[in-house]
């Protein structure tokens, strides 16, 4: 998923066919840095009370949990809602775990993993006071199709092929039973991810009165410790506890501790990181960048409110593909030697912040073994860090391509054009002649997707994150032939690279992986050594994620699911 | 009278009306921005735009779409944002509304006082050294960016003497609701409102300094000085109640071209939600909409201050009125 | 907000000044320039700034000699004759975050410190300058230019030419004028074309673009009072002989309403520019003036933002270019006011 931290303002349509975190097999995505990581030991006994205030630059956009599509909008939901499985609540790689949470326990599917029958827990009641019952959750399928939201996540389900915007009907599909308490789910096909997709916020159950239609800014009623009081986009969301909330399964759903938490938005970042410092606010949304130069007091006077963790994404150029120079694999390794990548870590906030990167996956990732033969001195086989770029070969790959003096465009949202001057001033030093174009944040990412504008830029800026720690993810997904949608504004292959060779390999692996996960790690990383070397991106680096805390918060877990987990801080008083 | 102003309402109509055409002109077909795209959030399937583009009349030609946006903003009220459907537009600009009045009133206030006395002061000491020392003052106050002067001011009151006495009190940037906590908003406002009002005191202080050098030597404030009143007398009663009708004109236009959205560099720049800022979001989001009901919003204003400035002057000189 | 600057109800005498009598009213005007020593000062500022701002490249290639438009974030420079790293690496445990380097206020290596990108700020705030002055005369000058010719056209043909012109003009006037700019620009440049009409193609980093934008939107501001002094004059006797000896209206519009329309625009002028380049660091600040890898005032502001409480001198030195510059040309428009027009002493000022 593409910037689900980002600025609301960038945000833009990943599209994840199959999604979700966890349970693919390899390790978790956490690792940790600084006094950061999963955890942090307690001072004192946690107590409950208080309003926690968290502020971010922007809000998340329309509240409907069927179709917000935002992390900043899920740290709430998980808050408020419940689904049938959870992502335990807890910080470090465990917090990718499934455990039971509306569901008494996780069913094995029958019918050759097509139906899955599970037992409602009884006495669960809604922020409203009504009780939940399994029919709800028909309701709560039928919305994902009624309310615009990405609906391929549950397109499995017997009866979602005929649902439209209008009209959807899954009593084939979901079948409740609200004497026996139990629901049904009914799958056209296996689905390995299905228990995941159900554990994302699209599957909270919502009171079966919901209406079929869009709900605004009003979040329908949940059934976890707090609920929504108000939610005004440009000025607050604000959740106060749930009085019908009573603990079912710690792991799932635990009670919060603060009273009431609060998110404002609109401010500046820097005057956000100020008000924390002031201990006018507690916490610095996680989405925002922080201004580097602000980040140096943090780490030396604030040390200890500041967490740092490494998130599995990628911050990267995509290459026109299609267009010369760049359909010329000798330009496209040129620029990857000449490539400034250590300016890049220092435009991102520095060593601690970023690590440069030559290949596609992340370090952490299942399939990674490190690579990167653009670099003056490689090591053998490729099989070292980055250091330094090589103009020298760059340049003699730029006179054998004879594609020296190409115009070149280089494109970049408002936010990253640093980046981009970056990329301009290395093209220009190899002998291109290039120049920058900067498009607001809110159109960029869907421009460079559709292949209407392939005459239009030749290197375009992006930025890519982890949906669920798979390596096709981000090689499948990014890079995949099947990625390419013509005339899409949802293409994500925004290089539009496709190798049918690696591709044949790709599928392999991915047929390889629901019997032996091991085997197709091993052909994960042989296809992300190739496709580094057809040079489709200039990789930059991979980015850490760092939160900024009040003094008086205590607690910070850090889920590689959901990030910092608010209902798990607790405030000093 | 009555004729002059319905010819000025009627004018004033036709004036929105030029603009909301202008408006949506301009914004309704920009290049990489598909609104079908904006509603339907994240990852829509191809049938879900089609049904959107039906449903809200994206489909229908581009007349047509601007009655239905109209009749969305004017008659029905229930225009929604094209980045968030939950937000009805109307009510989003009723509720950021106050911030923006508490600070364009609140700087009016002080650029009012300060003007004056500053304008007055300059006039009476007239051929000391300090006459052009305020009106330097005066022109530079006008030569500052209000951004940038804003920016400074966050520097000083955020940071730099945050924490010394002076700028303790300064709470956090934004806006605090009057309701909520009158003191709270008060603190919360006073830099904007100084910030704000630089600019105008600069302004005024010399328009009012030269306005009552004039009248002084006018005939009849000649006479009520013969007739042996004070020359504090002179001063209120004729000198400055006469300087006071261009300066109510002018403080007409500015307040009305503020609260239309010139605020919207100090909003920003403090964090204060009101219409400039909403409109500022809008801008970036390129979200219609909004930026077509903060735009009527700001016209209605200074074509409203416009109509009342000439109204007020048409009232006080009736040449004007056959004209 | 700055445009009430030019608020023509009290701005400039709508009737506009009569041509004073003899041969030469712009020497005898230069000459009452040169005694009034305050705007004689403003000029002489203004003109060292103009002069500075042109002369960018010369300081960066020979003095500083630094490249202010490419990164150099790994690059070092020289305080108190030690090589440092421009970007200095956070400390403590964390080691979070690079800060630049500050001002070393030596003129040969980084005078005013570094931006985020490595780039030497005063260096920046020349060329920076050089586009604030190219973009705020150039578009007082598009804006004076299609306001003459409407305000001659109209004035000239009155009627319902005058009348249909006047009241275009109050509709764009019913814009909040940064709104209007903000518009067009945020439009233009998401264009990925940039504004293409018929043969004019002007790309989204292109100067031309701001300076057309802020042109186009305070014509009406230059139009009421030049289309005042049109009228007025119009209705001079001199014209009327003119009319009774059987001018041509080309030759009347020429030799006789045009040297006194240039009179209104000339004192118009200064406040026009010092308007037009506040406006420029406004939209540039919310980054829909000038584009990068270009620079402006306002621009460098902006990036400053980011830097405000470690590095504050970013965001106060374009600043204070931008407070002197309008300063010396406020003062210098009162200047020529009063040279042109002495008489306008006693009336009301704006």
């Given at each position: 998923m593409r910037e689900l931290l980002r600025r609301v303002f960038k945000l833009s349509i990943p599209i994840v066919a199959i999604a979700v975190a966890a349970g693919c097999g390899g390790s978790g995505s956490s690792s940790s840095g600084g006094t950061g990581g999963g955890s942090t030991p307690a001072a004192g006994t946690p107590q409950k009370g208080g309003t926690l205030t968290i502020l971010a630059s922007s809000s998340f956009g329309v509240a409907d949990p069927a179709q917000n599509y935002t992390l900043q909008q899920w740290a709430f939901l998980i808050d408020t809602h419940d689904g049938l499985v959870a992502f335990k609540r807890v910080g470090g790689t465990e917090g990718t775990q499934l455990v039971p949470d509306l569901a008494e326990q996780i069913p094995q599917p029958t019918d050759g993993g097509k139906t899955y029958t599970f037992q409602i827990r009884k006495g669960i009641k809604f922020s409203d006071g009504t009780t939940m019952k399994p029919s709800d959750f028909v309701t709560t399928f039928e919305r994902q199709f009624t309310v615009p939201g990405p609906t391929s996540f549950y397109s499995g389900i017997v009866g979602a092929d005929k649902c439209t915007p209008k009209n959807c009907d899954l009593s084939q599909g979901v079948v409740a039973d609200d004497n026996a308490y139990t629901l049904t789910i009914h799958l056209t096909a296996p689905d390995p991810e299905f228990l995941d997709k159900l554990a994302l916020p699209f599957a909270f159950v919502v009171p079966s009165t919901t209406s079929p239609k869009l709900t605004g800014n009003n979040v329908p009623p949940g059934t976890g410790p707090y609920m929504w009081q108000s939610y005004d986009p440009n000025k607050e969301a604000v959740l106060v506890r749930n009085p019908n909330f009573k603990v079912w399964n710690p792991d799932a759903q635990p009670e919060g501790y603060p009273d009431k938490i609060v998110e404002k938005y609109g401010l500046q970042v820097s005057d956000e990181v100020t008000a924390v410092e002031n201990g006018q606010a507690d916490v610095v949304f996680a989405g925002d960048t922080i201004p580097s130069d602000r980040l140096n007091e943090l780490g030396t006077q604030y040390a200890d409110q500041t967490h740092v963790n490494a998130l599995t994404a990628d911050w990267y150029f995509a290459l026109n593909t299609k267009r010369p120079p760049f359909n010329n694999l000798q330009a496209r390794q040129a620029i990857n030697y000449a490539f400034d990548r250590k300016a890049a870590v220092q435009l991102a906030g520095g060593s601690s912040l970023a690590v440069p990167s030559c290949q596609i996956l992340p370090p952490n990732f299942p399939g990674y073994t490190q690579y990167c033969p653009y670099t003056a001195n490689p090591a053998a086989n490729g099989a070292g860090p980055w250091t330094a770029p090589d103009i020298t070969k760059a340049k003699q790959l730029v006179q054998q391509s004879g594609t020296a003096g190409a115009s070149v465009v280089v494109n970049t949202d408002g936010p990253d054009k640093p980046f981009g001057e970056q990329m301009v001033a290395d093209l220009n030093k190899i002998g291109y002649k290039a120049k920058l174009v900067v498009l607001a944040g809110s159109i960029q990412y869907p421009f460079l997707q559709n292949s209407k504008n392939l005459d239009k830029w030749s290197v375009g800026w992006s930025a890519w994150y982890q949906d669920y720690p798979a390596p096709s993810d981000f090689l499948n997904v990014l890079l995949g032939c099947g990625s390419i949608h013509p005339n899409?504004?949802?293409?994500?292959n925004i290089a539009e690279f496709c190798d049918k060779g690696i591709q044949a390999k790709m599928d392999k692996a991915l047929t390889t992986g629901v019997t032996n996960p091991d085997a197709a790690n091993q052909l994960w990383a042989e296809v992300d050594h190739e496709v580094t070397d057809q040079a489709p991106w200039v990789n930059m680096y991979n980015p850490k994620q760092i939160d900024f805390l009040s003094k008086r918060v205590q607690g910070y877990q850090w889920s590689p699911q959901w990030y910092i987990l608010y209902d798990q801080l607790w405030l000093q008083q | 009278m009555g004729t002059f102003i319905i010819r000025r309402v009627l004018w004033t109509l036709l004036v929105m009306f030029v603009i909301t055409v202008l408006v949506f002109l301009i914004f309704f077909e920009t290049p990489g921005v598909d609104p079908a795209r904006q509603i339907a959030g994240r990852n829509p399937s191809a049938s879900a735009l089609k049904e959107i583009r039906h449903q809200f009349g994206l489909d229908r030609p581009v007349p047509v779409r601007y009655v239905i946006m109209m009749k969305k903003l004017f008659i029905t009220r229930d225009l929604v944002s094209y980045?968030?459907?939950?937000?009805?537009v109307v009510p989003e600009i009723v509720s950021a509304a106050p911030a923006t009045l508490s600070l364009v009133v609140g700087a009016a206030i002080i650029w009012v006082v300060v003007a004056i006395l500053m304008g007055v002061a300059a006039a009476m000491l007239k051929g000391t050294v300090f006459d052009p020392l305020l009106m330097m003052l005066a022109l530079i106050g006008i030569s500052m960016p209000v951004f940038w002067l804003g920016e400074v001011m966050n520097l000083f009151t955020q940071h730099q003497f945050h924490n010394s006495f002076v700028f303790s009190w300064v709470p956090g940037l934004g806006y605090y609701p009057f309701t909520q906590d009158p003191i709270l908003w008060f603190k919360g406002l006073l830099i904007p409102w100084i910030t704000l009002s630089v600019l105008y005191i600069g302004l005024y202080a010399r328009v009012l300094r030269a306005s009552v050098l004039e009248i002084q030597n006018e005939d009849y404030v000649r006479t009520a000085r013969a007739k042996g009143l004070s020359e504090r007398q002179v001063l209120v009663r004729h000198t400055l109640r006469t300087s006071m009708i261009t300066f109510v004109s002018l403080f007409g236009l500015d307040f009305g071209a503020l609260v239309a959205g010139g605020v919207l560099l100090t909003e920003v720049v403090f964090g204060i939600h009101g219409v400039g800022f909403l409109t500022y979001q809008s801008l970036t989001n390129l979200d219609l909409p909004v930026i077509m009901a903060t735009v009527v919003y700001g016209a209605f204003f200074i074509v409203l201050a416009n109509a009342l400035v000439d109204i007020a002057y048409a009232w006080l000189d009736p040449r004007i009125r056959l004209a | 907000m700055a445009e009430v600057a030019l608020e023509p109800q009290a701005g400039v005498p709508d009737e506009g000044p009569e041509r004073v009598a003899g041969r030469s009213p712009w020497v005898l005007a230069w000459r009452r320039l040169r005694r009034n020593r305050i705007a004689f000062a403003a000029l002489i500022l203004f003109v060292v700034i103009v002069v500075s701002s042109f002369g960018a490249p010369f300081y960066a290639d020979h003095i500083a000699h630094t490249d202010p438009f490419v990164n150099n974030v790994n690059g070092t420079t020289i305080v108190n004759g030690k090589k440092v790293p421009l970007m200095q690496q956070g400390g403590g445990v964390l080691k979070l975050g690079v800060t630049p380097i500050g001002p070393t206020w030596d003129i040969h290596h980084y005078f005013l410190g570094s931006d985020t990108q490595g780039r030497d700020v005063a260096a920046r705030i020349l060329y920076g300058g050089r586009s604030s002055l190219e973009i705020g005369i150039g578009s007082a000058i598009i804006a004076s230019l299609i306001a003459t010719i409407l305000a001659l056209v109209a004035g000239f043909y009155s009627g319902i030419v005058d009348a249909l012109l006047s009241r275009l003009m109050d509709v764009i006037w019913a814009f909040p004028v940064y709104l209007l700019a903000i518009c067009i620009a945020t439009v233009l440049l998401t264009a990925p074309n940039g504004l293409e009409v018929g043969p004019v193609h002007v790309v989204a980093s292109s100067l031309w673009l701001p300076t057309l934008i802020i042109g186009f939107i305070y014509v009406p501001y230059v139009y009421r009072p030049v289309r005042g002094s049109v009228l007025s004059v119009a209705e001079k006797e001199f014209v009327e002989a003119a009319v009774a000896q059987g001018a041509s209206n080309r030759r009347l519009i020429f030799s006789e309403i045009l040297p006194n329309v240039i009179t209104v625009v000339i004192v118009l002028m200064p406040l026009m520019i010092a308007t037009t380049i506040l406006t420029e660091a406004a939209l540039s600040f919310l980054g829909v003036g000038v584009q990068p890898p270009g620079a402006s005032w306002g621009t460098i502001i902006s990036d400053g933002q980011n830097l405000l409480y470690t590095r504050p001198w970013v965001a106060i030195a374009p600043g204070i270019m931008i407070v002197l510059t309008v300063l010396a040309l406020n003062v210098l428009g009162d200047g020529i006011r009063d040279a042109l027009d002495p008489r306008a002493k006693l009336r009301v000022e704006g």
């Open positions: 899409s504004d949802a293409s994500p | 980045s968030n459907q939950g937000q009805s | -």
